[in-house]
């Protein structure tokens, strides 16, 4: 299998301070890539860089063979490279409905001649949209908030949607930042059930950063122990559970 | 009755002018907030530029609204606008871009728009000098009386003809605005950035390009408000000084970031002016005999005198922020 994510020697200090430190790692194409490591392993700033959210010092990233080193976010988007946040992001001003109906790209009502001459074009689109933010809002359970602002639901509603704004658009990868942090453990259940799904039947490749072991255990194969800015190890779980120099890593040099 | 038409001349009509010019300029002040998130103290002297720009097209194609039956201005406003909106957008990539792209706070933005000021004041006086100048260069100002059907209402009402077409484009420009945040994935997109920057950008929104369009609408309806308020009075280069504090008052009572909040704005700070310097005396005549005698004495009963027009808008807002101290509508996002 190819690597759909190749991380080539990336090189991003902040001030004197050095990150990430020659940290080259590899996604495979449908796999569900798991990214640990204690705190200040520089696991988010990877995240950012390969996102294009951070300009990096040194190194390359490449999508699916194609260079995209420092690319904007929005630009990765249209390349079907999505992520969500550390903390949920959302548009807290709409509807929980109308977020996901933000995301779909290449909408008619993009030019400004459709949008006063042409509504009806544009109301056909916004229909098809619809439609589909109406499935995706069905599948991750949010039916009966749907017209909500989405700045009043709960944290994990929020993380929730976050999912759901990866399903309005056909995603080839998509980056998971801490996605389980603050959602109760029921829903947590209905999260790692999506990504299951979406992995199965669509076809996403998943980079997950998680701090939930268990979620980790379940969802993750292989997973990627990043320490002090470069890879320690990368193997399945039983593999790195049983790593003394990972076990050492999270719990000092004592055990 | 000749009191009401008094009161309309003075009142309703005077305050639907200064209402409607500060409406456009706070909506662009406010739009540009909403994305950018700095106060953009240069916008009145976009306006000014645009006032400009047509008085420089109208002296060198006078007889371009003859066909139309239109003031020249008019029909070269349209042109001006592009003009305007390519000085913003030349702007924003010379002065606030490379400060944006250094992550400065927004203040340090809002000190360069202080110096885009002053840049932009003096071109404008180097080349169109300090006095007044009519934007009329070949045409006749139409004056409009509409003699009310009312027993004993001998004065007319008058409207001028710039003023009828300030309040028609004001309308479409507002309607158009609208429509194009509301129904357009441009406009939603807008809406979407002032929201969560981060978030839209993660979802595909071209922020450059938002900036960009943003600088447009805003150039344009600049270009808007100061022609038409230069068709009303005359041009001249210090216009800006008297509208940015309205403009910016208007902005803030609505609720910054909130288009339609600034059209409320202007209305309320337009109107406030103007009934702030308007003379009651007139229209309490008919009651001076169940009124003390005191009241009407001085033959002028004005709140503030005119020279004192320009602390309404403060006063305004100080009124308003207490009551209210997010603006009349919610601010902040589109």
Redesign the interface.
């Given at each position: 299998m190819a690597a759909i994510i190749d991380v080539q020697h990336v090189h991003k200090a902040f001030g004197g301070l050095k990150v990430i430190n020659d940290c080259s790692i590899q996604v495979e194409q449908g796999s569900i890539t798991g990214l640990i490591g204690p705190n200040g392993a520089g696991k988010s700033t990877l995240f950012n860089i390969i996102a294009g959210a951070l300009p990096l010092d040194s190194g390359r990233v490449l999508l699916d063979g194609e260079e995209i080193t420092n690319r904007p976010a929005n630009e990765l988007f249209h390349k079907g490279l999505l992520r969500t946040f550390q903390i949920a992001h959302e548009f807290s001003q709409m509807t929980a409905l109308e977020n996901l109906m933000m995301v779909p790209p290449a909408q008619a009502g993009e030019t400004l001649f459709n949008a006063w001459f042409k509504p009806s074009l544009v109301g056909k689109e916004e229909a098809e949209v619809r439609r589909r933010a109406l499935e995706v809002i069905d599948f991750i359970g949010l039916h009966h908030v749907r017209n909500e602002l989405a700045g009043n639901l709960s944290g994990g509603q929020k993380k929730l949607l976050e999912l759901g704004r990866t399903m309005m658009t056909d995603a080839r990868v998509v980056l998971l930042d801490e996605i389980a942090a603050g959602v109760n453990r029921t829903l947590l259940g209905d999260l790692v059930t999506n990504i299951e799904r979406l992995n199965r039947e669509m076809g996403y490749t998943f980079l997950v950063i998680e701090h939930d072991m268990d979620m980790i255990a379940r969802l993750c194969e292989p997973v990627i122990v990043l320490a002090q800015g470069s890879v320690m190890v990368e193997g399945s779980i039983e593999e790195i559970q049983n790593n003394p120099q990972v076990i050492e890593a999270y719990f000092g040099a004592a055990s | 009755m000749n009191e009401l038409v008094f009161f309309i001349n003075n009142v309703v009509i005077a305050g639907s002018v200064s209402g409607s010019i500060y409406a456009i300029g706070a909506v662009g002040v406010t739009l540009i907030f909403s994305i950018m998130r700095f106060a953009h103290f240069a916008h009145g002297d976009m306006m000014t530029f645009g006032a400009f720009m047509v008085l420089l097209l109208a002296t060198a194609f006078p007889a371009a609204g003859d066909a139309f039956g239109v003031p020249s201005a008019l029909v070269l406003l349209p042109l001006a606008m592009a003009l305007t909106a390519l000085l913003a957008v030349g702007i924003d990539k010379a002065f606030y871009k490379p400060l944006r792209a250094h992550g400065v706070k927004p203040i340090v933005l809002v000190i360069g728009s202080l110096g885009v000021t002053l840049m932009l004041q003096g071109l404008i006086r180097l080349f169109a000098g300090t006095s007044g100048q009519s934007l009329y260069i070949d045409d006749r100002k139409e004056i409009f009386r509409l003699a009310l059907p009312f027993e004993g209402a001998r004065a007319p009402v008058v409207i001028t003809e710039p003023q009828l077409y300030l309040f028609v484009i004001t309308l479409v420009a507002v309607i158009?605005l609208h429509?194009?945040l509301s129904?357009?994935?441009?406009?939603?997109?807008m809406?979407?950035m002032s929201?969560?920057p981060?978030?839209?950008?993660?979802?595909?929104?071209?922020?450059n390009t938002i900036v960009a369009v943003t600088w447009v609408i805003a150039g344009g309806l600049a270009a808007i408000a100061g022609t038409l308020l230069s068709l009303d009075v005359t041009f001249k280069p210090d216009l800006s000084f008297f509208l940015l504090l309205p403009i910016f008052a208007a902005a803030i009572v609505g609720g910054v970031g909130h288009p339609f909040g600034a059209v409320a704005g202007g209305f309320v700070v337009g109107f406030a002016e103007t009934l702030a310097v308007f003379n009651w005396s007139v229209l309490l005549r008919p009651f001076r005999d169940s009124l003390p005698s005191w009241l009407l004495e001085s033959g002028n009963l004005a709140f503030v005198g005119t020279e004192y027009k320009i602390v309404v808008p403060f006063f305004i807002l100080v009124v308003i922020l207490v009551w209210r101290p997010t603006g009349i509508f919610k601010g902040k996002?589109i």
């Open positions: - | 158009g429509v194009f129904r357009s994935r441009l406009g939603k997109a809406r979407a929201d969560n981060d978030l839209a950008q993660a979802s595909g929104i071209n922020t996002v």
